[in-house]
């Protein structure tokens, strides 16, 4: 299940299970997503991207779902393996108060896979 | 082909005393970013670069923090006068020229800063 509190989002799955990962974003001016990937002691790693003319993209075993009427972004994992146990966060490009667009990236969600 | 290096890896600092961190892009990026991570948080932007230009530095600390991506040589965050405060995980990522806004970033392994 899912919890949410003082430390990060944790989502805990049995291997083999299908996993989703939920974010909101916030600002529906925004096009483009990305999701990352981060391990412990890494810098985060580039999984899957996504335009706002897409609703949805698919890469090997993962999938982005784009609903931009509810600004919400998912990114499902199907076959869920000990090796995708990480912090996984969205990313929107967003128009930063110096006039660049940068990756905004939101609190990330921790992913615990049971072997 | 070697991604994103940053180094030290791990730097420990009294407070008032300076730190640098430093960041070599991915071989034909040509653009850098620096991020700041605290424990159980996100990635807070700091400063985007190009060689030899601040393009974005709006996350920065007015105060202490400077960067710089020189012609020859790697992107350099300095932390002056270091507080407490300033422990965290300091990420450089890289892309190519921003393409029609999608810049996907490669990030180095981090830099971890503890402030004594």
């Known amino acids: 299940g899912e919890s949410v509190g003082l430390h990060l989002p944790t989502l805990s799955v049995q291997e083999g299970d299908n996993s989703i990962i939920n974010c909101a974003y916030s600002?529906?001016?925004?096009?483009?997503f990305i999701w990352y990937k981060q391990e412990s002691g890494k810098g985060p790693q580039f999984i899957i991207d996504?335009?706002?003319?897409?609703d949805k993209r698919q890469g090997q075993r993962v999938t982005v779902l784009l609903n931009k009427t509810v600004k919400h972004l998912s990114l499902q994992i199907a076959a869920t393996q000990p090796g995708d146990s990480a912090v996984y966060f969205c990313a929107e490009n967003k128009l930063a108060s110096g006039g660049s667009y940068i990756p905004t990236f939101g609190r990330g969600t921790s992913l615990i896979v049971h072997p | 082909n070697a991604g994103v290096m940053q180094n030290p890896r791990h730097l420990v600092r009294r407070r008032g005393q300076e730190a640098r961190l430093r960041c070599s892009p991915m071989k034909g990026h040509s653009h850098v970013y620096w991020y700041r991570q605290l424990p159980e948080e996100g990635l807070k932007f700091m400063v985007y670069l190009q060689k030899e230009n601040i393009i974005d530095e709006s996350g920065m600390p007015k105060e202490r923090f400077s960067a710089e991506f020189p012609k020859e040589g790697p992107s350099i965050l300095r932390i002056q006068q270091v507080v407490r405060g300033d422990s965290a995980a300091y990420f450089c990522?890289?892309?190519?020229?921003?393409?029609?806004?999608?810049?996907?970033?490669?990030f180095g392994a981090g830099s971890r800063l503890t402030v004594l």
């Open positions: 600002n529906s001016a925004s096009d483009y």
């Open positions: 990522a890289s892309s190519p020229a921003y393409f029609s806004g999608a810049n996907v970033l490669t």
């Open positions: 996504i335009r706002s003319n897409m």
